[in-house]
Nanobody, 121 residues
Framework: QVQLVESGGGSVQAGGSLTLSCTAS????????MAWFRQAPGMEREGVAH???????RYPDSVKGRFTISKDSPKNTLYLQINSLKPEDSAMYYC???????????????WGQGTQVTVSS
């Protein structure tokens, strides 16, 4: 397993931008499928981006065009840039990792503690 620590969340106004970071340790970061999920109170957890070991990226239609996932393998850091923030983007954002094929349904076995994003209108 890999240990994950998120940062970069905060309170922003609608239309603003944030970049979330997730620092990994404990294993070979570059070999993992890395993903970002979010969960709002009372809602199911939702996958918002994933990137595989080759750098291929996938987003659900709900965030496509506004969310960008990237990684810096030498720094063992995963990023999520979020533009044009909307109130409905408010949630706890988690990064996750698994040494397996990248899908949102993959049973990720490493999770961070989350970072809160709150968007006001």
């Amino acid at each position: 397993q890999v240990q994950l620590v998120e940062s970069g969340g905060g309170s922003v106004q609608a239309g603003g931008s944030l970049t979330l970071s997730c620092t990994a340790s404990g294993s070979t970061f570059s070999r993992y499928c890395m993903a970002w999920f979010r969960q709002a109170p009372g809602m199911e957890r939702e996958g918002v981006a994933h990137i595989d070991s080759n750098g291929n990226k996938r987003y659900p239609d709900s965030v496509k065009g506004r969310f960008t996932i990237s990684k810096d393998s030498p720094k063992n850091t995963l990023y999520l840039q979020i533009n044009s923030l909307k109130p409905e983007d408010s949630a706890m954002y988690y990064c996750a990792a698994v040494p397996a094929t990248c899908t949102f349904g993959t049973p990720y076995n490493s999770w961070g503690q989350g970072t809160q994003v709150t968007v006001s209108s």
